[in-house]
């Protein structure tokens, strides 16, 4: 059974500049979650799409904006770039429907913003 | 704050010895999870332990919950080089939001 699948592995972009990454989930899965962890810290809940519905959010700016398709992938876009956006952004999946149910995670997409 | 915070932030032990990382939380819990990540890569599942559950083992590892204190630790017994990555507790908070603390690093030295 494939895994969580994201791309790309890594992104470079400048400041001010929009970047879009994606994660496909395990097959059957329909929440998916998606987490950004800057260097030294921990990972940080940005969002928590189900059944193509956004369920909830972390503490993030609106420039951090997402959406979840009809075949339970989804999309993580950030708009107008910071240099402190760059992080290891991981995407998980799970069953679906609740947070207690076991995440499964992606290797990550590495953004580097110049 | 974070819903769970881990203790210590670091941990350097000799292969063969015991690893224990402490876990703490603030809100009531239905479950308790437990990651790992390998540096710079995603993170893998280790183990759930329920919140009516006091301890639970798989393979080498050993987790307990105290829900009185609010607080778990897991126990990793006759560690390898291999078990040199960083550890994560993770839980719910009331608000819907999935916390991670900070994690413990742990590295082995062979």
């Not at chain 1, 059974?1 to 994660?23: D, F, M, N, W, Y």
């Not at chain 2, 332990?49 to 990793?76: A, C, F, M, P, Q």
């Amino acid at each position: 059974e494939a895994g969580v699948t994201q791309s790309p592995t890594h992104l470079i972009k400048t400041r001010g500049q929009q970047a879009t990454l994606r994660c496909s989930p395990i097959s059957g899965h329909t929440s998916v979650y998606w987490y950004q962890q800057a260097l030294g810290l921990g990972l940080q809940f940005l969002l928590w799409y189900d059944e193509g519905e956004e369920r909830n959010r972390g503490n993030f700016p609106p420039r951090f904006s997402g959406r979840q398709f009809p075949n339970y992938s989804s999309e993580l876009n950030v708009n107008a770039l910071e240099l402190e956006d760059s992080a290891l952004y991981l995407c998980a999946s799970s069953l679906g429907g609740s947070l207690w149910d076991e995440q499964f995670f992606g290797p990550g997409t590495r953004l580097t913003v110049l | 704050s974070q819903q769970g915070e881990e203790d210590p932030q670091a941990l350097s032990i000799q292969e063969g010895e015991n690893a224990t990382m402490n876990c703490s939380y603030k809100t009531s819990i239905n479950n308790l999870q437990w990651y790992r990540q390998n540096s710079g890569r995603g993170l893998v599942h280790l183990i759930l332990i329920r919140s009516n559950e006091r301890e639970k083992h798989s393979g080498r590892l050993r987790v307990t919950l105290d829900t009185s204190k609010k607080s778990s630790s897991l126990l990793i017994t006759a560690s390898r080089a291999a078990d040199t990555a960083s550890y994560f507790c993770a839980t719910p908070n009331t608000g819907n939001q999935f916390y991670f603390g900070t994690g413990t690093s742990l590295t082995v030295i062979p």
